[in-house]
């Protein structure tokens, strides 16, 4: 596909028309890549923008939520005709996905928590895996590279690379940079590459999100929730702009996206410097990436074979994926 405006503007970037009906089976498929989404959401380094793009409903989705801004959806609402407001949005699709995601964070929340805790590695492992898989499944969707393309793709990469060494920040609980954090932390998460969760991180409101979800706080998860709803509907406009425009240079740039975040979910790595959350416990600003020991006392070390196995893991779920959706809703896959 070359990269060239798109003429026909009513066209839905994502190729399929979203009034056109999905059987039961296949709204259950779309809860799945859901929760999919929810469970890379989680974790500080990995977007669930990237799992919406490996499973074919990225532009859907970015075409969905721009809907929820048009005059005629905003006209429906404002005189409080419900059922007119919903016949023009691919509702539908928006909560049976929204379910997915929600899911995945109340039910896995607590277990990504311990496993980042106690077992970094393993899961900073399986996740590098997916990302880089997800390089090659998304970089397939661009049939001709142009020297404009590879430009877009290495100031991705370079753009991610240089964004996830930076040091999160001490900063306040207030409402309003709770609202902040997470306007900028759910653009963050459309965007194949850079995770939502790890835009908490370098704001410091990471693990104070984290313990509002787990705790059921509801005071900062709704200042965050009511961030996101207002910065995901916003940015929306602007991808799918580039999305109808651009096609190609903006897959390019999103690919590099992900290839420069490799850096954050490198599962190996030394603390530099750190300081302490408000329980007492150790969080690291600054660390460095370090190849890992093959060998411990001259035995083979079996941490580390078992975290490449989980790499290799995470490499083959994101084909297996990728192969599933394209069987499960074609249609969905750009270039169809």
């Given at each position: 596909m070359t990269d060239q405006k798109v003429t026909r503007s009513t066209e839905p970037i994502g190729g399929r028309d979203v009034r056109r009906p999905r059987t039961l089976a296949q709204y259950v498929g779309v809860t799945m890549r859901g929760f999919c989404?929810?469970?890379?959401?989680?974790?500080?380094?990995?977007?669930?923008?990237?799992?919406?793009?490996?499973?074919?409903?990225?532009?859907?989705?970015?075409?969905?939520?721009?809907?929820?801004?048009?005059?005629?959806?905003l006209r429906a609402i404002s005189k409080f005709r419900i059922g007119e407001a919903l016949g023009?949005?691919?509702?539908?699709?928006?909560?049976?996905?929204?379910?997915?995601?929600?899911?995945?964070?109340?039910?896995?929340?607590?277990?990504?928590?311990?496993?980042?805790?106690?077992h970094a590695a393993y899961v900073w492992s399986f996740f590098f895996g997916l990302v880089l898989a997800s390089v090659i499944t998304v970089a397939k969707r661009i049939l001709k590279w142009s020297p404009l393309l590879v430009s877009a793709l290495l100031l991705g990469m370079v753009g991610a690379y240089v964004l996830v060494g930076l040091v999160p920040l001490q900063t306040p609980n207030d409402w309003w940079f709770l609202f902040l954090s997470g306007a900028l932390a759910i653009c963050a998460m459309i965007l194949p590459g850079i995770s939502g969760a790890f835009i908490l991180l370098l704001l410091g409101k990471y693990h104070y999100v984290l313990a509002a979800v787990n705790d059921r706080n509801p005071v900062p998860i709704f200042w965050v929730g009511l961030g996101c709803a207002v910065g995901i509907v916003s940015f929306a406009q602007v991808l799918g702009w580039l999305f109808r425009r651009y096609h190609d240079v903006t897959?390019?740039?999103?690919?590099?996206?992900?290839?420069?975040?490799?850096?954050?979910?490198?599962?190996?790595?030394?603390?530099?410097?750190?300081?302490?959350?408000?329980?007492?416990?150790?969080?690291?600003?600054?660390?460095e990436n370090v190849l890992p020991a093959l060998t411990l006392n001259g035995t083979v070390n079996l941490q580390v074979l078992f975290a490449i196995g989980l790499a290799v893991a995470g490499f083959v779920t994101v084909l297996l994926l990728d192969r599933w959706a394209a069987e499960v809703e074609p249609e969905l896959r750009p270039g169809t």
């Open positions: 989404m929810g469970c890379a959401d989680v974790v500080p380094g990995v977007s669930g923008g990237t799992m919406a793009f490996i499973l074919g409903i990225y532009e859907e989705l970015i075409d969905s939520i721009r809907s929820l801004a048009r005059p005629p959806f023009i949005v691919n509702w539908k699709f928006m909560v049976a996905l929204g379910s997915g995601v929600l899911l995945a964070i109340l039910s896995l929340a607590k277990a990504i928590e311990w496993a980042l805790a106690n897959v390019a740039a999103l690919t590099g996206l992900m290839l420069g975040s490799l850096r954050k979910v490198w599962p190996w790595k030394v603390d530099l410097a750190w300081v302490l959350d408000r329980h007492g416990e150790r969080v690291p600003t600054v660390q």
